[in-house]
T-cell receptor, first 112, second 114 residues
Framework: GQNIDQPTEMTATEGAIVQINCTYQTSGFNGLFWYQQHAGEAPTFLSYNVLDGLEEKGRFSSFLSRSKGYSYLLLKELQMKDSASYLCAVRPRGGSQGNLIFGKGTKLSVKP | GAGVSQTPSNKVTEKGKYVELRCDPISGHTALYWYRQSLGQGPEFLIYFQGTGAADDSGLPNDRFFAVRPEGSVSTLKIQRTERGDSAVYLC????????????FGQGTRLTVV
């Protein structure tokens, strides 16, 4: 079966660093995405990993280990506006470009 | 337009009625996707268009759901004989159609079946 696991909720302090983990079990692998979704709004793209390693983009970094079926999203210098849900999504091998399997999302609350 | 536009933003319909949800993708984006999202869940894939054709409709839950994209731009998701379980936010996204390129989501249509 297809399964994406992420923590349901996390809390962190403004200015700190937080790591949101995602583990997946899918029928093969053809890329992993992270999206940010503020309450009541559309998801917005954060990162894409298809090879092992770390991808850095400003305050956000995403890591992938295909052998472990594991990814994490790292957010540095947290700001209040980073309070949102963070969605991990995997494209399984053989799946079409749009056929992403999403996790339920991790709701991050940033406190002052 | 500047982004993906979905109309209506909210739709309340009675059980058994027919509804159409519209998606206007970003100009020039050949790929278009429909997802639906229930409260507390991640988006669930429904269908993917490349141009005018449905490249993958494996996510459509049953034959009450149908989507078209006749000219390769605007798409309409059609739901017949709506059921209360169809209540969700229906999200549309578009992209340039290349693997790995980011998909831009619309604000969604919140469908409530009463």
């Amino acid at each position: 079966g297809q399964n994406i696991d992420q923590p349901t909720e996390m809390t962190a302090t403004e200015g700190a660093i937080v790591q949101i983990n995602c583990t997946y079990q899918t029928s093969g692998f053809n890329g992993l995405f992270w999206y940010q979704q503020h309450a009541g709004e559309a998801p917005t793209f954060l990162s894409y990993n298809v090879l092992d390693g770390l991808e850095e983009k400003g305050r956000f970094s995403s890591f992938l280990s295909r052998s472990k079926g594991y990814s994490y999203l790292l957010l540095k210098e947290l700001q209040m506006k980073d309070s949102a849900s963070y969605l991990c999504a995997v494209r399984p091998r053989g799946g079409s470009q749009g056929n992403l399997i999403f996790g339920k999302g991790t709701k991050l609350s940033v406190k002052p | 337009g500047a982004g993906v536009s979905q109309t209506p933003s909210n739709k309340v319909t009675e059980k058994g009625k027919y509804v159409e949800l519209r998606c206007d993708p970003i100009s020039g984006h050949t790929a278009l996707y429909w997802y639906r999202q229930s409260l507390g869940q991640g988006p669930e894939f429904l269908i993917y268009f490349q141009g005018t054709g449905a490249a993958d409709d494996s996510g459509l839950p049953n034959d009450r759901f149908f989507a078209v994209r006749p000219e390769g731009s605007v798409s309409t998701l059609k739901i017949q004989r709506t059921e209360r379980g169809d209540s969700a936010v229906y999200l549309c996204a578009s992209s340039l159609g290349l693997l790995g390129t980011e998909a831009f989501f619309g604000q969604g249509t919140r469908l409530t079946v009463v």
